[in-house]
């Protein structure tokens, strides 16, 4: 620990598909907002260790020994504390009311639980509670009515109320902190649960014995849900709980999709790049659903689109924003909460996010990509989906807006706050999005005029090769009239734009290799961002380069490039959005969508090339298969002939 603040990478999270909460490997509950991701935390430990909140359960003594897993194919955490004295089971999750795969529920979405049971496996065992309770990231206090035997109640003196489930003694101290103790027998769990939402909560008698079925219930559907998904192969492990993970970043109610389950947690300690990621980015999420796609997950695909055609129809193309909130709210203003030190005094602590309203035109790309590739997969899957006329409508008046700004400057994929330039994955995107505008067009209204679309469309190409590249650097750069390089640059290939062998795309590969390596890893870019400080490596630019590395045929590489990154997940397997090179810590927010759908990405291929090509997820080749017959990735998986032709379909991207 360092002043008290564990290490990012020692967190596990539990949720709901509402919120989550992040549990330290000593059992602490140190992150949870209420009722949902984007709401103000209840628990923030994590970003201020004296003033947060937190809900401590562990044994008194002191420990010789712990370790921790989730129950197979399921979001439900397992902590085993050992002790001179006996040993001590913690068990962390959050219930759902329904399965994963469904699209609703019958349960309002503000209610939230969560559910410790707490089990001696020899004993008996002394359990300490130890706990601190705050609305709104502090800024409310709490009113805490302590009943030994029975528990707490807990409110802000208005209209909120949660109640804490404990048997055991309890008292409060004059610094607010509750203290519990409770001795547990081998053969006698007891349970402690938390009840809440953003109204007073009446709860039945009895609520313990109901919450030991609902552990085994909420088990139960992660672990069906987790059989039905496509995955095989040697990395068959560390896909699924990628895939859990991404699902557990998903906001049931509405289909959309969070960057990460936390705000502030910083790229570089100290310094002041710390943002909030509880939003929905819609290139994110349309690279996670190509992800979860990937491996078999319909439903959360059904969900997401139908968020896109509720928030994004309703405006024109030039009205489209990079993220939104998860809800469909546009306004993200960002502000600072200064009464919090931030995660090891990482100042400051940012809620909303200042890009909402910056000009990124891939994203452009990004979401006629994502519709493309729905739409196609589904088709080759046996289902053909309806396209809504104002969804037709927002693909065709997005693909003449690429028409008309693709020559505009941006802020590009990783939201420089700086002057907008021209950077060169953004050319390629708009490409990616005339490109499959083109196909779509094609199936969907084979007599549509898209002749602006394809001379628009060999315009970027030219233009890009043309400007993109740099005779100096001996590679694509960063933006045009410079030498600097751009790890994003590694997706031309994988995007379809040049194929992975192409000359002057085997040079970039290579040249950022040499130039962004960073401890074995891959930095974004080492241009100036108009930002204080550094960062760390940035773990999805790693799985691009396994992917741009096994597309050119070198496997080796590729598989202890991924090998390497899988060392620098925690111990549940689960990552932030960067790693420190040096000391491989976590950084960044956590846990973070972008590492996990990338992840399972070129975990997919990289099984298959080592498999001799054989699929290793439904009908999935290789990519670099994909690259070398220059076919859309559709028509690979699905084996469906006569289709436009066209480079592979593919979704990646940024918070």
């Not at 059992?27 to 984007?38: A, N, Q, Y």
């Not at 009943?147 to 004059?174: H, K, Q, Y």
């Not at 994110?284 to 994004?312: H, M, N």
Request: aromatic share 8%; hydrophobic share 40%.
């Amino acid at each position: 620990m360092s002043n008290g603040y564990r290490p990012i990478e020692d967190y596990a999270i539990i949720g709901n598909m509402r919120t989550a909460a992040l549990v330290s490997g000593d059992g602490s509950i140190d992150w949870l907002c209420l009722p949902h991701f984007d709401h103000p935390a209840f628990f923030c430990k994590i970003l201020d260790v004296k003033r947060g909140g937190f809900w401590s359960i562990r044994p008194e003594a002191e420990l010789t020994g712990s370790s921790r897993r989730y129950r197979p194919g399921s979001a439900v955490l397992e902590t085993t504390f050992e002790t001179a004295g006996g040993r001590l089971r913690l068990t962390d999750m959050m219930p759902l009311v329904a399965p994963p795969d469904a699209v609703s529920s019958p349960i309002p979405s503000d209610r939230v639980r969560v559910i410790r049971k707490i089990e001696a496996l020899d004993g008996p065992v002394t359990v300490a509670l130890r706990a601190r309770f705050s609305f709104d990231f502090t800024a409310t206090p709490a009113l805490v009515e302590a009943r030994p035997g029975r528990g707490a109640t807990i409110t802000d003196g208005a209209d909120r109320e949660l109640r804490l489930r404990w048997a055991g003694s309890m008292t409060v101290g004059p610094d607010g902190v509750v203290h519990g103790a409770l001795t547990v027998l081998p053969g006698e769990p007891a349970l402690s649960v938390l009840t809440g939402s953003d109204e007073a909560v009446d709860l039945a008698p009895g609520v313990e014995d109901d919450a030991a079925g609902e552990i085994e219930a909420t088990d139960q559907m992660w672990s069906t849900w987790s059989r039905a998904l496509q995955i095989a192969g040697p990395y068959r492990e560390e896909m699924l709980r990628s895939a859990l993970t991404l699902k557990l970043l998903t906001f049931r109610p509405t289909g959309a999709i969070v960057a990460a389950a936390t705000t502030s947690l910083p790229e570089d300690i100290g310094s002041g790049r710390n943002w909030d990621y509880r939003y929905c980015w819609l290139r994110d999420a349309t690279f996670t659903l190509y992800a979860l796609l990937l491996v078999g997950d319909i439903a959360s695909a059904d969900a997401f689109w139908g968020w896109v055609e509720r928030v994004c129809t309703a405006d024109g193309p030039e009205s489209l924003q990079i993220m939104y909130g998860l809800h469909g709210e546009k306004r993200l203003t960002e502000r600072t909460l200064d009464h919090l030190s931030g995660y090891r005094d990482s100042r400051p602590v940012r809620i909303g996010n200042g890009a909402w309203d910056q000009r990124q035109i891939d994203v452009y790309g990004e979401l006629i990509d994502g519709f493309w590739f729905y739409h196609h997969w589904m088709r080759t899957h046996g289902r053909v989906l309806e396209v809504r006329d104002d969804v037709w409508r927002l693909i065709c008046g997005t693909a003449d807006y690429i028409c008309t700004i693709w020559r505009d400057t941006d802020q590009g994929i990783w939201e420089i706050r700086g002057e907008p330039r021209h950077f060169v994955y953004s050319k390629v995107m708009c490409w990616v999005g005339l490109d499959r505008a083109i196909q779509f067009a094609a199936l969907h209204e084979p007599g549509r005029d898209t002749g602006r679309w394809q001379r628009e469309r060999e315009a970027i190409r030219a233009d890009v090769l043309e400007h993109g590249w740099s005779e100096t650097a001996g590679a694509f750069t960063m933006a045009y009239g410079t030498d600097e390089l751009d790890a994003a640059n590694l997706r031309m290939p994988l995007v379809g734009f040049l194929p992975a062998d192409d000359p002057r795309m085997a040079a970039t590969i290579d040249a950022i290799q040499a130039d962004l390596g960073a401890g074995g890893l891959i930095l974004r870019y080492r241009a100036e961002d108009g930002l204080e400080g550094g960062e760390g490596a940035f773990s999805i630019c790693s799985f691009w380069l396994v992917d741009c590395l096994t597309a050119m045929g070198r496997i080796d590489e590729a598989r202890d490039l991924f090998d390497r990154m899988l060392g620098y997940a925690n111990d549940l397997g689960l990552y932030a959005e960067q790693v420190d090179p040096g000391s491989g810590a976590a950084l960044g927010n956590f846990p973070q969508a972008f590492t996990h759908l990338a992840l399972i990405d070129a975990g997919i291929d990289l099984s298959a090339a080592l498999s001799q090509d054989q699929p290793v997820s439904g009908d999935m080749p290789t990519r670099a298969t994909r690259a070398q017959h220059g076919l859309d990735l559709a028509t690979m998986i699905g084996g469906m002939p006569d289709l436009p032709a066209g480079g592979p379909t593919r979704s990646a991207g940024t918070a």
